[in-house]
């Protein structure tokens, strides 16, 4: 008999249902504190996971109490939210996407491992894979952006990032996907509101995600806490049962949001706290995080007969078997047992830096107002967001503190210290405050260029976070002008540097910027990566993984939208547009400028047809016509202009980076396999439909900007 065999042969109930406990912790000077309970319960076997604490210290002593002074002995799983680094703090992930580069997520996501472990942690909750084409919604700045294909390439890298090849290792974490699933196409943008989209969206949008974190091995899967068209995803046995487990082999653990079994009540599905726990647990959920249904409901719905034993068992089985591939049970404290050398801290700081270089977004830049000149002899930094420290380091922060982060005033005196920099804030980032408006003004006299810092704070962004009017809060808006007006009168270059979780609505600041930068949170070493940008020592190369609309109005706005019967014609009002806005967005998916100029050359394909079963290499030709190198990068698009089904107007099918010098000129070949061309039919199966495929390629989602040529799928 193996040892999980013999453990469920000797448990009792309430260690069974203790095992799929999960519960919140802290710790004091006084020592542990189990949210909700004591450390009593981990002693008798009645929790058997936690979150929330962090430091080798408090988890061995946790481990201490469940292994050393517990019946059974049985390891604690223990996690933590580590979303874009743990002291570390990276790019957020909307972020990090715009670094279009999959070894760079794959190894962000390896580091947060190997510094959460050693923290002795075994388990992450992450990546969030959730495709969100709603900058309301508050949570877009934990995923990747607008669009499916590039979801799927993320969630494989996080997901090798995160539990590397040796899941027992004493480095890796367990990784968890969320939300399962359609969290993000809330009403309204609302966190937490209802979902109601149809079965197309959902397999072609919102599932492939979570199917290729599932293929490369995601040993656990979050469901997200709103409905479906009327059902709970913590209870939604067709897709968490009948999809996730049965149709695609998923056999890792089902973990609950917080508290999300007790809210099935209050969605109106479960009539009390056993009726929730026992629906949650026929869907297939292992472990119930703080609501603490399954021990106070199971037992009550055991003796109604609306669970059973052998669903308990079962999950059970799942929980301990995931602690074994952790290796807890052969080692327990093996994670934190090794302190990290001295100079890791230093590498990887170092490698925030260059990754949050590299995921910032050069929106505009008219008349070369950057990179700054060399001949400057002094800056105004102004706005609310210049020198806030704190904000840097975006929503989920995770172990990491605040003056660990670099701010951006910190950032440019490091970098340029023969120049002059000044500092005046203008206003808070919210409120009604505008008395400090006139000091920023003054702090612009002389200056020979203007960084004008302003967006979001952190906690605007992430969880609970929606926004119906996503642009400037509070007074910004004012201070901007102020301060436009001030440079346009003496002829000072404006450069806008936008902080934010999602795309900002910000038309007029776009208009009146010479230079506009996507800065959205980028970690512990932000203002040090903006400086390395704004002074030219890294040519920007980010590109943004979702549209920023023109208006609130447009939303959802997204390069993979359909064709309509009535594309929009200025000549005849009957056709599908806005009055007051264009239909296109202020930038699309993709957008991001450099230093260089770069121009496409030429498309070409290696073959004029294709079969299924086939790949075909695209090759796209540039030259940098610049006087400055940039990377560019070249995303691959397909249109099916005549299916059973409207395809979509583009569908990323891949994208490739090139480096070239000034004058340079180079080639990048991307392959196109046939299975992409495969899409879902009428009856939503797989087809390969024979035809006519437009084939298309350029630096971003704009079709203006696009070579194309046609292929033939036989």
Not at 186 to 208: F, K, M, N, Q, W
Not at 376 to 405: D, F, S
Not at 508 to 519: G, H, I, N, Y
Request: glycine share 10%; with cysteine.
């Amino acid at each position: 008999m193996g040892r999980i065999d013999k453990l469920i042969g000797e448990m009792t109930l309430a260690e069974k249902l203790g095992q799929l406990t999960m519960t919140a912790s802290s710790y004091t000077v006084t020592g542990p504190v189990i949210a909700g309970d004591s450390t009593d319960a981990i002693r008798a076997g009645t929790i058997g996971n936690l979150l929330n604490m962090v430091g080798p210290g408090p988890v061995h002593e946790m481990q201490r109490l469940a292994v050393e002074e517990s019946r059974l002995g049985i390891p604690l799983l223990i996690g933590l939210d580590i979303i874009h680094g743990h002291s570390t703090l990276f790019p957020i992930p909307l972020a990090e996407a715009a670094v279009f580069d999959p070894a760079t997520w794959t190894l962000t996501a390896r580091e947060a491992a190997r510094e959460g472990a050693a923290d002795g942690l075994a388990m992450t909750f992450a990546p969030m894979l959730d495709v969100s084409r709603d900058p309301r919604w508050g949570r877009t700045a934990e995923g990747s952006g607008e669009d499916p294909w590039l979801a799927t390439l993320i969630a494989r890298s996080k997901v090798l990032g995160f539990q590397g090849e040796d899941l027992a290792a004493a480095d890796t974490l367990a990784a968890c996907a969320k939300h399962f699933c359609a969290y993000s196409p809330v009403a309204g943008g609302r966190e937490y509101a209802s979902v109601d989209i149809s079965e197309r969206t959902l397999r072609e949008v919102h599932l492939p995600a979570f199917e290729a974190a599932v293929r490369a091995g995601v040993v656990s899967v979050m469901p997200a806490f709103t409905d479906l068209a009327g059902l709970p995803m913590t209870c939604h046995t067709g897709l968490l049962r009948d999809y996730l487990r049965g149709q695609l082999g998923f056999e890792g653990v089902i973990v609950s949001d917080y508290n999300a079994i007790a809210e099935l009540i209050k969605h109106g599905v479960a009539e009390d706290l056993a009726d929730a726990a026992a629906r949650a647990l026929s869907a297939g959920v292992d472990i119930d995080m703080m609501s603490d249904a399954y021990r106070r409901g199971l037992p009550v719905a055991l003796e109604r007969g609306t669970a059973s034993l052998a669903q308990i068992d079962t999950a059970v089985r799942r929980v301990l078997t995931l602690k074994e591939r952790l290796g807890l049970f052969d080692d327990p404290y093996r994670r934190g047992s090794t302190p990290e050398a001295a100079g890791t801290t230093a590498q990887r700081r170092a490698l925030a830096r260059s990754v949050a270089a590299r995921s910032i977004v050069l929106l505009k830049n008219d008349g070369a107002a950057l990179p700054l000149a060399a001949a400057l002899r002094n800056i105004a930094v102004v706005g609310p967001l210049a020198a806030a420290t704190g904000e840097m380091r975006g929503p989920w922060w995770a172990a990491g503190t605040e003056e660990m982060n670099v701010n951006v005033v910190d950032g440019l005196r490091a970098a340029l210290p023969g120049v002059e920099i000044r500092h005046a804030a203008g206003t808070t980032i919210e409120g009604d405050d505008r008395s400090g408006i006139a000091a920023a003004v003054a702090a612009c006299e002389g200056a020979g260029a203007i960084v004008l810092c302003l967006g979001e704070a952190a906690v605007m962004s992430g969880e609970a976070a929606s926004r119906a009017d996503p642009g400037l809060p509070g007074q910004q808006r004012a201070l901007a002008e102020a301060v436009a007006a001030h440079a346009r009168a003496h002829r000072v270059p404006l450069i806008g540097v936008l902080f934010s979780g999602r795309p900002l609505v910000i038309p007029w600041l776009a208009e009146q910027s010479d230079a506009l930068v996507a800065a959205w949170f980028l970690g512990c070493e932000a203002g040090n990566a903006l400086a390395d940008v704004l002074t030219g020592t890294v040519s920007p190369s980010g590109r943004t993984p979702m549209s920023w609309p023109r208006s609130v109005g447009q939303v959802p706005v997204f390069f993979g939208q359909r064709p309509t019967g009535r594309p929009a014609d200025p000549k005849d009002k009957f056709t599908s547009k806005y009055l007051d806005v264009a239909n296109d967005p202020l930038y699309p998916f993709g957008h991001g400028l450099t230093y260089g100029q770069v121009t496409i050359d030429k498309l070409g394909v290696s073959a004029a047809t294709i079969q299924p079963g086939q790949t075909i290499t695209v090759s796209v030709a540039l030259t940098n016509i610049g006087r400055r190198a940039a990377e560019e990068t070249v995303f691959l698009f397909t249109r099916d202009k005549v299916a059973s089904v409207a395809r979509p107007l583009l569908e990323l099918r891949g994208f490739a980076k090139i480096t070239l010098a000034p004058g340079a000129s180079g080639v990048v070949h991307l392959p196109l396999s046939a299975n992409d061309l495969r899409f879902l039919g009428p009856d939503l199966e797989p087809v390969f439909e024979p035809g006519e495929v437009e084939v298309l390629a350029g630096p971003c989602a704009d079709r203006a900007q696009l070579l194309a040529t046609t292929i033939v799928l036989e």
